[in-house]
């Protein structure tokens, strides 16, 4: 199991090249003030876990539907108004999204 935990970030954005981490299946960005994903976060395929809670997100990107093994997505604390249907897979969501 590979993971990554990326807490407090100074700089509210993430390098398009955590899109190469492709054997990461779980990643936990909580507690930080991203307001957006890199369209790379769908590279991510080996994913499984991803923990997006309390950060300023408006929307996600559609390439997280590209996260086919990914069974639990972490969305509480944001700004978020909808989740589109290539998200349907998620077995577990946590978190209101509304």
Same mark, same amino acid.
């Given at each position: 199991m590979s993971q990554l935990r990326w807490l407090e970030l100074q700089n509210p954005t993430l390098p398009s090249e955590m899109g190469m981490l492709k054997f990461l299946t779980w990643l936990d960005l909580c507690e930080n003030q991203l307001a957006s994903l890199p369209l790379e976060i769908g590279n991510l395929k080996s994913l499984t876990e991803l923990d997006l809670h309390k950060k300023q997100l408006t929307s996600l990107p559609e390439e997280i539907g590209n $996260? +086919?093994? $990914? +069974?639990? $997505?972490?969305l509480g604390n944001n700004q978020l108004t909808s989740i589109f249907d290539p998200i349907g897979h998620v077995s577990k969501f946590f978190g209101s999204i509304l």
């Open positions: $996260l +086919t093994n $990914l +069974t639990d $997505l972490y």
